[in-house]
């Protein structure tokens, strides 16, 4: 059974059009996943044009911040006229920020924060990238957190497929497997539904091993099991994971193993989505005409 639509979409957004990957390459994201930001790139695709994706884009995430590349050339797209027209349309300025990279004078920088932040109002900043990637990373960071980007969220939970599963085992002996489909996952918890008859585990009971399969990644850990509710004829529960210590948490190598698994999932989720909405609308305008990588 395929994730809703309305999961997938829920939870506060960043997504970055357009953006320079040698000056902020795409490590940043898992890394910024670890901090509470759910942050995606939108590439450079000669099928379908830059300004469907946007508007698909706009159209699916209700909260939504959105950043645009102003150097990044393509044939035919004034960035000052396409996001004046944008903010105009959806009258969203408070959701909108600027990226550029250093120019080699104050005036030209004083002259692009005048436009985008008190013309324009675009509210989420007018960022001046650093030629070191390593700065970006920190700077951007700080905007994230500026614009409150991880929402209501401490952490940001991965939603699950049947191929994402979990096993342990009970019995005096350790003998009789319990497994089946989490619900999801995140660096804190993870949900699992269970139909018909209950687990058999007492609330803030502890279980030691949970052997974790998430789509070929494999990982073990304890947890406690947080909250239990009744949800459609069935039992959700909702487990906190325990480190090999028996503190709250996961260890801290599984912990950075699971990061970019965990990113992944949520990734592909959303691209999958995206994917099949670019699919369905039509297009206003015909693909981009250019062979440019996009890094200028």
Request: net charge negative.
């Amino acid at each position: 059974m395929g994730i809703p639509v309305e999961e997938i979409v829920t939870g506060r957004k960043t997504f970055f059009i357009l953006p320079d990957t040698s000056l902020m390459p795409e490590s940043f994201l898992d890394d910024y996943f670890a901090l509470g930001y759910e942050c995606y790139y939108v590439p450079f695709d000669k099928r379908i044009n830059v300004q469907k994706k946007v508007k698909v884009i706009t159209s699916l995430f209700k909260d939504l911040i959105i950043f645009f590349n102003i150097d990044y050339e393509l044939p035919g797209l004034d960035w000052e006229d396409y996001i004046y027209d944008y903010i105009h349309e959806y009258n969203n300025a408070n959701s909108v920020g600027i990226l550029y990279t250093k120019r080699q004078s104050k005036l030209e920088k004083t002259q692009l924060e005048r436009k985008y932040l008190y013309e324009y109002g675009c509210r989420c900043g007018c960022i001046q990238l650093e030629y070191q990637k390593n700065n970006n990373f920190d700077l951007i960071g700080k905007i994230l957190f500026a614009n409150q980007a991880q929402g209501r969220r401490k952490t940001i939970r991965a939603l699950c497929s049947s191929s994402c599963t979990y096993t342990y085992y009970r019995g005096q002996n350790y003998n009789d497997p319990v497994t089946g489909s989490l619900q999801d996952i995140s660096l804190s918890h993870f949900t699992i539904l269970v139909s018909g008859d209950d687990l058999g585990i007492k609330l803030y009971e502890k279980i030691q091993d949970i052997h974790f399969n998430l789509k070929g990644f494999l990982f073990r850990s304890g947890a406690i099991l947080a909250m239990e509710r009744p949800v459609n004829g069935g039992m959700l529960y909702v487990f906190s994971f325990i480190n090999s210590n028996g503190s709250a948490g996961l260890d801290d190598r599984i912990r950075e193993q699971l990061i970019p698994a965990l990113y992944k999932i949520l990734s592909n989720n959303c691209n999958h989505l995206l994917d099949q909405t670019y699919a369905a609308t039509p297009d206003d305008l015909p693909p981009e005409d250019s062979d440019e990588s996009g890094d200028n």
